[in-house]
């Protein structure tokens, strides 16, 4: 897969359970915060008290519905900010497994997680690095068995290039 067209995300709901979550708390917070504006306005006595006649009642829903759905768009497109970085490094870290040691993070200009993006191919950078080295040291001592020379070095190299590589917590 090719770093720069896997890039692009047209969905603007990638991650359901966490978007959709997230929009239903925006949205309750906003028609809660409304309906808290109105019922101050309508109790405190003011110049102009807020009379409920069925006009200004339907044009007060029609203001809160239009406010809830911008609410839920809203919140939808800032979340996708979150799970759709989300969504690439989880790809990128199978691609990984899979021994694609050379795939990396590419996460759009505006996506959260720009600076764990950079860490993580930073650390990638150097699981490459070592994995080469140790690539590098099987071939060597691959050539020198194949030319009947010393393998002596060519395994205390391989050796040294696998100790690079911690497969095991110490204890």
Do not use: A, V
């Given at each position: 897969m090719g770093?720069?067209?896997?890039?692009?995300?047209?969905?603007i709901v990638i991650n359901k359970k966490f978007q959709h979550q997230y929009a239903i708390l925006i949205v309750a917070m906003t028609v809660f915060l409304i309906n808290i504006v109105i019922i101050v306005q309508s109790l405190l006595p003011s110049e102009q008290p807020l009379g409920l006649d069925s006009t200004t009642a339907w044009t007060?829903?029609?203001i809160e519905l239009v406010v809830i759905i911008g609410a839920w768009y809203g919140s939808l497109k800032s979340t996708h900010k979150i799970a759709g970085p989300v969504y690439v490094i989880t790809r990128q870290m199978k691609a990984i497994g899979n021994g694609e040691l050379y795939s990396r993070i590419t996460l759009r200009e505006n996506d959260m997680f720009q600076e764990q993006a950079a860490t993580i191919n930073a650390s990638l950078d150097q699981l490459q690095a070592r994995v080469e080295a140790v690539q590098h040291a099987a071939q060597a001592l691959q050539q020198s068995l194949a030319d009947g020379h010393d393998t002596g070095t060519g395994i205390?190299?391989?050796i040294t290039a696998l100790a690079a590589l911690q497969t095991a917590r110490e204890e």
């Open positions: 770093m720069g067209m896997d890039n692009r995300r047209k969905q007060i829903g029609l205390e190299q391989l």
